[in-house]
């Protein structure tokens, strides 16, 4: 596991979009696994940047989300499939047919998750996996649990996340309960992980997943197993590592 710590938030987004655009360069028609949050808003600015001035194409990249609020449609200004059209895909030249999300608007879970899993199926493995971290060590929507959850799954969010997000809805019970994510083994799966944090309120987690004990209780602390492994911090969310 690699840790880089920058300064600021703006230095993470430089170094995160450098190691997506070098993936982009090296492998044009890659699949690339996306995150939703706060946290990669940088990235995506600094991408469509790049793509702007003509030194990346996103012409053949194939790009799989991480999940989506079950209930949800696309055009739902609170939905993945929405922020990552309006922060990423309706400013570069992806063609919007090879960029998945779960479907939110799917109400059988089961068809859900097996419809998505064969899309990672028929894509996989993932060459770069990017991920931020939950306040309680969620990636994607994998919540702390007994287990770690294979494949695509509908989990209950926990209240820690449903808190978390509620600032970006006009009250916390339009916050969805559920949501569709991939599993953590197809996050294992993927052949590069580069995940990112800032800010302050992330120290203690990103001190606990990445040099704590391996735990369900923790998702993002299997991260340690994988061989592959990035993590940009900024100053605040890397006070507490050494
Ligand atoms: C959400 C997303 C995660 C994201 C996390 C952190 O719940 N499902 O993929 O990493 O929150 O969000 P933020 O970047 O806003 O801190």
Redesign the pocket.
Known sequence: MKIIKTNTYEDMSRIAANLIASQVTVKPNCVLGL??????IGTYEELVKRVKSGELDFSEVTSIN??EYKGLSPENDQS?RYFMNEHLFNHINIKKENTYVPNGLEADAVKACADYDAIIKKFGPIDLQL?????NG????NEPADHFVPSTNCVD?AQA?ID??ARFFSSIDEVPKQ?Y?MGIGTIMQAKKVLII???A??AEIVKKAFFGPVSPQVPASILQLHGDVTVVVDAEAGKLLD
Not at 131 to 135: M, R, V, Y
Not at 138 to 141: D, E, M, P, T, V
Request: charged share 10%; net charge positive; hydrophobic share 35%.
């Open positions: 995150a939703t949050g706060s946290t990669p991480l999940d993945y991920l931020g971290l939950g306040p969620h990636i994607g929507f969010l996340t978390a997000n949501a994510t944090a800032n800010g309120k992330k």
